[in-house]
């Protein structure tokens, strides 16, 4: 599901520049809903003491959308000067 979400956020490289609010709106969804993916593999996991694959593969994930999402911002910017 995880995989799902950030091939999704590859789709905001193929809309148009000038389509701001659907870019953001994409990328800013799967952020949110990332974090909510987060949220339950936390409640349902056991507590370990250290970092498993699995929520570092998480931790890249939201890092990855994240920069999505800054790409976004910056291309609606950089596309209205």
Known sequence: ???IL???AWITFLISPECTETRLSIALTLVLAIN???IVLVENLP???YLTDLSIFTICNTVLLC???AESILVAEAYRH
Do not use: H, M, P, R
């Open 1 to 3: 599901l995880e995989s």
């Open 6 to 8: 950030v091939l999704l």
């Open 36 to 38: 909510v993916f987060q």
């Open 47 to 49: 507590e370990t003491g």
């Open 67 to 69: 920069l999505i999402a």
